[in-house]
């Protein structure tokens, strides 16, 4: 969870930093990325298809938080059809301090410790921080799923995507190759031949 506890002193004083995902590929232009207008949002992310409430414990006190969806809906946790993929992160350290972010991941941390909140990692905790605000960015810039083999966001996701992710057990790099989608364009970026990959793989 680095990527949250940046400063701009951190960065050479840069207002603006970019998390990108191991498990990617980046084909688009990242300027365009670093120049996109945030409209005061601490957080630009392109969006999961699936709903919140499947990272969600059943906790009532979740009905409290109330989010704030980036057609401007106000909901509970519960009733958002999507959230933020962050596996590609565009974060304006400003905002992030001024709208005290880190802070309200703090308290939801402790509150998680006390009564289950969510149900993998902190990652949601820092979505419902945020209140579900963020800025969405389009599909193209984090065409996920693609170790999952579940879902194709778009057609020719693989040719025109500008960010792949291989989220999911499937990596193009290692034994879950089979269960993985768009192996042809990570291939293209494969700076280890194929015939010498098993052996890397088996390095101590």
């Known amino acids: 969870y680095a ?23 980046v084909r688009g232009d990242v300027q365009e990325l670093y120049d996109w207008d945030l409209k005061g949002q601490a957080v630009a992310a392109a969006s999961y298809w699936e709903p919140l409430k499947n990272y969600l414990c059943t906790n009532p006190r979740l009905n409290k938080i109330k989010m ?10 519960f009733q958002v059809k999507k959230h933020l993929n962050n596996g590609l992160l565009v ?8 709208q005290r972010i880190l802070q309200k991941w703090h308290a939801l941390l ?30 193209v810039w984090n065409v996920g799923y693609l170790g999952k083999q579940e ?11 500008k960010m792949l992710h291989w989220n999911g057990s499937g990596k193009p790099y290692n034994e879950g190759r089979s269960a993985s989608l768009c192996v042809d364009q990570f291939d293209m970026f494969d700076v280890v031949a194929m015939q010498n990959k098993g052996e890397c793989l088996r390095l101590p």
Not at 68 to 77: L, Q, S
């Open 3 to 25: 990527r949250y506890y940046l400063n701009p002193a951190d960065v050479d004083g840069h207002q603006r930093v970019i998390w990108i995902d191991s498990d990617t590929i």
């Open 68 to 77: 704030k969806t980036p057609e401007g809906k106000y909901m509970t946790p």
């Open 91 to 98: 974060i304006d350290l400003y905002q992030m301090q001024r």
């Open 110 to 139: 402790i509150s998680h410790e006390l009564q289950c909140l969510w149900v993998q990692g902190g990652d949601q905790g820092f979505y419902l921080a945020l209140n579900g605000e963020y800025e969405e960015l389009p599909n």
């Open 151 to 161: 879902y194709h966001r778009y057609n020719d996701a693989c040719q025109n995507g």
